[in-house]
């Protein structure tokens, strides 16, 4: 409990003011919902002993109507409060989560699934938020009934009676937190298992068009149903400890009840106390029930709560590798970049994809790279985004090593076609602009023209405004590279990189865009990686990279005087045709 109160300590500090009025509140209700098993005794002695008339009897009911009244206002006053409280925990939370899932590289997205990343702010998230706003009514409210309780049936009836009554409680107790320690594990796995549940349905309902392409329905639905049992399974050992609590709390209330009704009726004859008062006594014993058996549904939630926020905690601590320091330099323009000796390894991969790369770029040249499907290319030029850092060798830019550099800045220089599109379900015209959300109406037909868009926005239903669907579901493979170039070209970007962004489209729309890039680049540096040779045939220099090496460079003509795999390949391509 500790734990999650240092957790959460910054918004208890930031909503103070609102907190110590929920516990003047609490405490309110706690105080009144003792006052009626008092009025209640003093009625009963008051007609024991005859004393019973007109007005003591108005009075009686009238105490009795006002204090559930009064109860009940204060406890949506309450509730009201701290609704709104768990919202604004839990909107703050999401918004850090978010902030800092922003700012974590590719080291940490190969990591984690994305399942579990959502079930981290979703199921996670809930639990801290409902146990955060419950800890004040479960621990204060429920504590503060009991121990007020305690009290007065000690002060106003008798301390020997109590201390009988209440002496079974700190058995029950003990046992709770063996039972709650037991659990804590179990609720861990339960987290896990769940997380990968999630992650499964997404990746289900991600490639349902495979799924269905290759009738694999079933097959998918036997791995959903293995996760759901796998699921319910976990959550059976916990049902199996949570089944424990009740029955534990029924025998330490009746045996509560049986003693303090046992003993009262002894001090009843021994005339100790009035039957009035072992009435009083006999309504606090049940009116402790409610708050303990809270109290033991309190720490459930509680030890839910720390396995959460252990793992929202461990996503929060987690810091990037690829990040700003202090000292990081501001870059604008580039005149250079050099590729010194570099050997890059994926995170989870045990030997280097890419390997002694040694070449340069100069500000306004066009780069081909060529080279087998595998061979390391995308990973070779997406080394220039400051998605990992590399493992061997240096990148520098103008002298200086990319890492110097502020991440948005060299980003900023880059303007970047990846092979897989990635489209959001919103306009195709703001699709495009975010590549640059500032550029006119002016720039975003300049794109779509230079991307050789335009004739695709004839067939568009409302044009450029019309409505992607999903993930690019609603345009063609050839349209969504298409966009996508329009993306990176309204950036009109230091550094444009085309990652085999040109296989969905046919020759002439493929002439079409390097003739614009030609036309419309002029000074501005240009990489692209393609398996088709025209449209690197131009290049001032073409990297042939394979198994991770670069085995051959120069420019077209040298690279076919050279022989081997460009020359190759060349043949093989211009004899296909
Ligand atoms: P190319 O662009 O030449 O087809 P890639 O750079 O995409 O080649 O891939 C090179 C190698 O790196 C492949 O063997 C691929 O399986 C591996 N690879 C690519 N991305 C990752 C990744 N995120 N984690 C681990 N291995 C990867």
Request: aromatic fraction near 10%.
């Amino acid at each position: 409990m500790k734990t999650i109160f240092k957790k959460l300590a910054w918004f208890i500090k930031e909503e103070w003011k609102i907190y110590v009025l929920m516990l003047f509140l609490l405490l309110s209700i706690s105080f009144i919902s003792l006052l009626p098993a008092k009025a209640l005794g003093l009625a009963i002695d008051t007609i024991v002993l005859g004393g019973l008339n007109r007005t003591s009897m108005l009075w009686l009911v009238g105490v009795l109507i006002a204090l559930p009244l009064g109860r009940y206002f204060l406890s949506f006053a309450y509730n009201y409060i701290i609704t709104k409280e768990a919202q604004k925990l839990a909107f703050k939370l999401r918004r850090r989560y978010l902030d800092h899932l922003f700012e974590m590289d590719s080291n940490f997205y190969e990591a984690y699934p994305k399942g579990d990343l959502i079930s981290r702010v979703t199921n996670d998230l809930d639990a801290i938020t409902t146990a955060a706003t419950s800890m004040l009514e479960g621990l204060i409210f429920n504590t503060s009934v009991i121990v007020l309780a305690i009290l007065l049936m000690g002060f106003t009836i008798s301390w020997k009676l109590t201390a009988i009554a209440v002496t079974i409680m700190p058995i029950a107790l003990t046992g709770l937190n063996v039972i709650r320690n037991r659990k804590r594990k179990y609720v861990k796995k339960h987290r896990e298992i769940y997380a990968e549940f999630t992650d499964k349905v997404l990746e289900s309902v991600e490639g349902m068009k495979v799924i269905r392409a290759y009738v694999q329905e079933e097959n998918d639905l036997k791995r959903q149903y293995e996760a759901i049992d796998k699921d319910i399974e976990s959550w059976r050992y916990i049902v199996r400890y949570e089944n424990w609590f009740n029955p534990l709390f029924e025998i330490v209330y009746g045996v509560t009840y049986f003693l303090a009704f046992a003993y009262g009726a002894f001090l009843v004859i021994q005339q100790e106390i009035t039957v009035g008062e072992l009435v009083t006594f006999l309504a606090y014993v049940g009116t402790l029930y409610g708050p303990i058996v809270s109290i033991a549904g309190f720490f459930t939630q509680l030890n839910n709560a720390q396995v959460s926020i252990d793992r929202f905690e461990e996503i929060m601590s987690t810091a990037p590798e690829v990040k700003d320091e202090a000292a990081s330099q501001p870059i604008l323009a580039f005149n250079r970049i050099d590729f010194k000796n570099v050997t890059f390894k994926y995170p989870f991969d045990k030997a280097p994809v890419i390997k002694n790369i040694d070449f340069s770029i100069e500000k306004g040249q066009t780069i081909g790279i060529v080279g087998p499907t595998g061979a390391g290319k995308s990973t070779l030029i997406r080394q220039l985004l400051r998605e990992f850092n590399v493992t061997d060798g240096e990148i520098a830019i103008d002298g200086v090593s990319i890492g110097k550099y502020k991440i948005h800045d060299v980003r900023a220089l880059v303007g970047y076609v990846p092979q897989a599109h990635m489209l959001f379900k919103k306009g195709v015209d703001e699709n495009i602009m975010i590549g640059n959300p500032r550029a006119g109406l002016a720039d975003l037909d300049k794109a779509v023209k230079n991307a050789d868009f335009e004739k695709d926005v004839i067939y568009l239903t409302e044009g450029l405004h019309t409505q992607v669907g999903e993930a690019g579901s609603t345009l063609s493979g050839g349209q969504k590279q298409r966009l996508s170039i329009a993306r990176a070209l309204i950036k009109d970007p230091e550094i444009l990189i085309l990652d085999d962004s040109l296989s969905a489209v046919d020759a002439t729309t493929e002439e079409n865009i390097i003739a614009r890039l030609r036309e419309t680049r002029g000074g501005k540096t240009n990489i692209i990686i393609s398996h088709r040779f025209s449209a690197i045939r131009d290049a001032d220099l073409i990297l042939v990279l394979e198994a991770g090496k670069i085995t051959q460079r120069g420019k077209h003509e040298d690279l076919l005087r050279q022989g081997g795999w460009y020359k190759d390949q060349f043949i093989q391509q211009i004899t296909m045709r």
